[in-house]
């Protein structure tokens, strides 16, 4: 479990699971460093600027949709009860979702804890009669629901295809694990992004603006200040790559020289051209995203598109302890 605080300064603790994942990461044969790591304060900063970029399509496109089928999400799930959010950022969709549901008790969790507690104080003051309770927690483990919802009706979000990051082994044991949080009965609102032309894809993740070059970055200047590190920033260059066979796209910090730096006080050499790969982003077919739900324990009632098949959104409704087939 991380600390009860995600530091941005060096007198903070540190998560000794950022320790661990940065030093295992950088050890491996394929250097790579999971992508919850890009969510420091600045971090999260930076990822709502990349939403409110013109070549970013995914957040336009999935709040386009849920928009348009609010109401008709709502007639689904019904109103009332808690909704629990993974990974809720900065909250944008959320109030969209939160005039449909109308839910009694709202519980935002993100592993980015200093941003979500402001995005909920926002939150709080737009829905003056709304109980909000953040969590702080990294998702894909153990997380404490607060007592106040116990008895109520659940309903999951999880937008932003956020379940991208996840190669598709773990995506399945995380909807799972979220059945597990959130009980026999619930229901999950999940946002997934569809494959589309590559040069869409790429530039999506490559701006021109450099904000996701910046965003990728900061995971550097993050593991420097947080584990003493030295790493050259400015030698490391991002790159967005399409994985044809994996059906994903990679984000990756590229060494543009042979370079030498140390962590903690241990040594790491670079060749000109390695990589450090931070973060996945799998797309899905319509198949695909059903049938990674049915995976993990979520059976899909509806699915919700844009005119274009850029993005869907599912409903699922949780399966029965034991599913028969
Ligand atoms: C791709 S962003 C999506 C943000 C927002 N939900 C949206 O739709 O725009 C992923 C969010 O999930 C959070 N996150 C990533 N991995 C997490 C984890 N393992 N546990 C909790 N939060 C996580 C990040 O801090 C970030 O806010």
Known sequence: MPDATTPDSPTDAVDPAFRRDVLDGLKARHRAIPARWLYDRRGSELFDEITRLDSY???RTETGI????????????GTGGALIEFGAGSVTKTPLMIRALKPDHYVPIDISGDYLRDSAEKLKGDFPGLAVDPVEADF?????LPAEIEGLKRTGFFPGSTIGNFVPR???DLLRHFRDILGDHAKLIIGLDRIKPIDRLRRAYDDAEGVTAAFNRNLLTRINRELEGNIPVELFRHEARWNEMLGRIEMHLVATRALDFTVEGEAFHFDEGDTIHTENSHKYGPRGGRTLLLAGGWTPIAEWTDEDEDFALILAEAQPPRHAP
């Open 57 to 59: 399509y995914p957040t």
């Open 66 to 77: 849920m928009t348009r089928h609010a109401a008709a999400i709502a007639e689904k799930t």
């Open 140 to 144: 894909t483990g153990h997380v404490e």
């Open 170 to 172: 773990s995506a399945t």
